[in-house]
């Protein structure tokens, strides 16, 4: 029972054959420019538009593909969806087979007095606008025809720096955990966790995030049963903590803040499914500015990120090549002679697995008794199991 969600995205359908969202294996992508996805006030109280470009594989014909949102870094002050931190990485990401979205959100300072308060005010903006490119990615699907092939149920997040400040506290902090210094009642800051930034209706909830040099206001709103992270960063980081510290702004102290050697100690204590490499060395955003460390980067958040989508790939979590792409066998095995294609249609499927569910635990004559024993047990269970996705007589 506990595997059939993991079953159904284990089918071909879904594109995990063992390669797709893994390795490079489209040539190119396409690139769809300035989508708007939703609106709000800035920190200088004017009306912005939030536009996402949208890159997605030249020649795919899935229409069911997940996504990967991408958010920038600048320190909140600069930067847009054209950014080279996070333009390669999503042009990658979209030759490994995912749709991937690189997003604009809402910059500035508001108080130049008091940095703090206007830091942690542009990362609740920077939240709300993530969440409100996830639900328009999702109203897109439902409302919109699915234009750009998404599967709604297989969203992702993450960024590089600020970006990645943005997917940390998108995915872990609560309602109660917003900081107090916040004034929510300022124009652009309400909606709670949420925000106001459009596509009301629609769930903001993604998969999981990755981080590239980020870091998150308290570790400790990470909590069991919340979702995976993955994230890079270098020991001699200089800007944003690699462990516990003061985030830095042209050497001055703005706040403190757990970097990612403490996200991940508290996600494995909370026992949160999570990957970490350490960039020895290093400052900030290194994948940036070194092929070495960008080859690194893509490598660990492709190699776990792939299992999050397609759960029956092998836990991976380090530096892979990423070109090396296997071959894929793509033609149907031989058909055999398999009792549990209950629904016939040729094929062990979600259909016969639904099926078969139905009746387990029956007595008697009981569909679903492929090994005779006069009950539909767990040998039933294993045995459809050994044969899902096979092709029938």
């Given amino acids: 029972m506990v595997l059939f969600p993991m079953l159904t995205l284990s089918q071909e359908a879904e594109g995990c054959d063992g390669a797709r969202y893994r390795?490079?294996?489209?040539?190119?992508?396409?690139?769809?420019?300035?989508?708007?996805?939703?609106?709000?006030?800035?920190?200088?109280?004017?009306?912005?538009?939030?536009?996402?470009?949208?890159?997605?594989?030249?020649?795919?014909?899935?229409?069911?593909?997940?996504?990967?949102?991408?958010?920038?870094?600048?320190?909140?002050?600069?930067?847009?969806?054209?950014?080279?931190?996070?333009v390669p990485i999503c042009e990658d990401f979209a030759r490994m087979g995912y749709v991937a979205v690189s997003i604009s959100y809402r910059l500035g300072i508001d108080n130049w007095l008091n940095l703090q308060t206007s830091m942690q005010e542009a990362v609740l903006?920077?939240?709300?606008?993530?969440?409100?490119?996830?639900?328009?990615?999702?109203?897109?699907?439902?409302?919109?025809?699915?234009?750009?092939?998404?599967?709604?149920d297989r969203i992702m997040m993450?960024?590089?720096?600020?970006?990645?400040?943005?997917?940390?506290?998108?995915?872990?902090?609560?309602?109660?955990?917003?900081?107090?210094?916040?004034?929510?009642?300022?124009?652009?800051?309400?909606?709670?966790?949420?925000?106001?930034?459009g596509n009301s209706g629609y769930s903001s909830e993604v998969i999981?995030?990755?981080?590239?040099?980020?870091?998150?206001?308290?570790?400790?709103?990470?909590?069991?049963?919340?979702?995976?992270?993955?994230?890079?960063?270098?020991?001699?980081?200089?800007?944003v903590p690699y462990g516990s510290g003061s985030v830095q702004f042209l050497l001055i102290d703005i706040d403190q803040a757990d970097g990612s050697l403490t996200i991940h100690e508290v996600a494995e204590e909370n026992g949160v499914e999570n990957c970490f490499k350490t960039l020895e060395g290093a400052d900030h955003i290194p994948h940036q500015?070194?092929?070495e460390y960008y080859d690194t980067t893509l490598s660990v958040i492709s190699g776990f990120n792939s299992r999050m989508v397609c759960p029956t790939y092998e836990n991976l979590c380090g530096y892979y090549d990423v070109t090396d792409v296997p071959e894929i066998n793509n033609?149907?095995?031989?058909?055999?002679d398999c009792p549990q294609d209950i629904v016939v249609n040729g094929v062990v499927d979600v259909s016969d697995m639904m099926a078969f569910l139905a009746n387990y635990g029956c007595t008697g004559d009981c569909v679903g008794d492929f090994n005779n024993t006069g009950n539909v047990s767990i040998s039933d269970v294993l045995s459809i199991l050994a044969i899902y996705g096979s092709y029938c007589e």
Wanted: glycine fraction near 14%; hydrophobic fraction near 35%; aromatic fraction near 8%.
């Fill in 289 to 291: 500015f070194s092929a």
């Fill in 158 to 197: 993450g960024g590089s720096s600020a970006g990645a400040f943005i997917a940390l506290h998108a995915a872990y902090i609560d309602e109660d955990e917003i900081p107090n210094i916040i004034n929510q009642e300022d124009p652009g800051l309400g909606g709670g966790v949420e925000g106001e930034s």
């Fill in 208 to 239: 999981s995030v990755f981080s590239m040099s980020g870091a998150i206001g308290d570790a400790n709103w990470i909590e069991e049963g919340d979702v995976p992270v993955v994230s890079t960063h270098g020991t001699d980081d200089t800007t």
């Fill in 23 to 86: 390795y490079l294996v489209f040539e190119d992508f396409d690139k769809i420019e300035d989508v708007v996805y939703g609106s709000n006030i800035a920190a200088n109280g004017s009306e912005v538009n939030l536009e996402m470009d949208i890159y997605l594989p030249q020649g795919d014909s899935l229409t069911n593909r997940p996504v990967v949102v991408c958010a920038h870094g600048g320190f909140f002050m600069v930067g847009n969806n054209e950014s080279p931190d996070i």
């Fill in 125 to 152: 903006r920077g939240v709300h606008d993530g969440k409100a490119a996830v639900r328009f990615l999702r109203k897109s699907h439902e409302e919109g025809g699915n234009p750009w092939g998404i599967d709604p």
């Fill in 331 to 336: 033609e149907p095995d031989d058909p055999i």
